[in-house]
């Protein structure tokens, strides 16, 4: 199975949409997929917009989790990894700004060789996909993802393209190993899987990916001081901590599976 993980804040009047193309995907795959929706505190009306959606049109394969109180995309987004049941787990943004053919090929790509895999908006074969009326506002977010990149550089050594594309892939292994260490609930938590994934040994394949801006658009607007806070408190955490590398543990599970 493979699962794909949406975490869900108050996503508006493109709810009934976003399902319906979540069930058509599910459908028409020849793999057995499961889709779960993450409700990260929604105190709105979306938890009883799902209720009716599910009434009206259930699918076995979508599930719907939450909690009462809001604690971030990073919290939603660990806790649907860790609780979906598929051998491949991916977590994408819950306005489909990436293509299902890229949600796909991220999937077809996590493999034991490459136990994580990540969307790169600013992979040379990436193509973005801008209206007119946004192309201002593609503009700031570029030279604020720069100055990301920057700023991750130089508080936590990444020297990943692009660290915060809201689409990624790992296998049950490696969400297995990383989460427990994993404590970082804001937008910064991209960066701290990714440190993780270098402190354990992990290989991370980047791949190209065709991106929508569109109109209400979830993706976190950054500024500098929470940038930097946000950076300097993975720094802090992650100073002196330890994981064990990803390779040996699995070896040794493996092992103890064939005894």
């Known amino acids: 199975m493979i699962s794909l993980v949406l975490p869900t804040y108050k996503p508006g009047s493109k709810l009934d949409a976003i399902w319906h ?10 793999e057995s997929w499961e889709a779960i929706f993450v409700l990260d ?6 938890p009883a917009r799902f209720d009716r959606l599910r009434n009206e049109a259930d699918h076995e394969a ?22 979906a049941r598929g051998e491949i787990r991916l977590f994408t943004d819950v306005d489909l700004a990436y293509d299902f053919d890229d949600i796909v090929r991220v999937a077809e790509a996590v ?6 895999v990540v969307a790169s908006r600013a992979h040379p074969d990436s193509v973005l996909m801008i209206p007119d ?17 920057l ?14 594309a809201g689409l990624k892939g790992f296998t049950a292994a490696a969400v297995r190993h990383l ?3 994993a404590e970082c609930d804001g937008f910064g938590f991209d960066c701290e899987w990714l440190l993780a994934c270098q402190r354990a040994c992990i290989t991370v394949a980047e791949l190209p990916v065709r991106v929508k801006y569109e109109e209400g658009t979830t993706t976190s607007s950054l500024t500098g001081l929470s940038m930097i806070r946000e950076l ?24 103890l599976r064939a005894a």
């Open 41 to 46: 505190g929604c105190t709105d009306d979306t």
């Open 62 to 83: 979508i599930r719907v989790l939450g909690y009462p109180k809001n604690r971030g995309k990073g919290h939603a987004v660990r806790f649907g990894l860790q609780e």
């Open 133 to 149: 009326r946004m192309l201002w506002y593609a503009f700031k977010r570029k030279l604020q993802s720069n100055a990301f990149r």
């Open 111 to 116: 493999s034991d060789r490459s136990p994580v």
């Open 232 to 255: 300097w408190s993975i720094r802090r955490k992650w100073k002196k901590k330890a994981i064990p590398a990803f390779g040996a543990v699995e070896a040794g599970a493996r092992r």
């Open 21 to 30: 193309a979540v069930r058509g995907f599910l459908d028409s795959r020849p």
């Open 179 to 181: 989460a427990p260490h």
């Open 151 to 164: 700023a991750t550089r130089l508080l936590t050594g990444l020297n990943y393209r692009d660290t915060q």
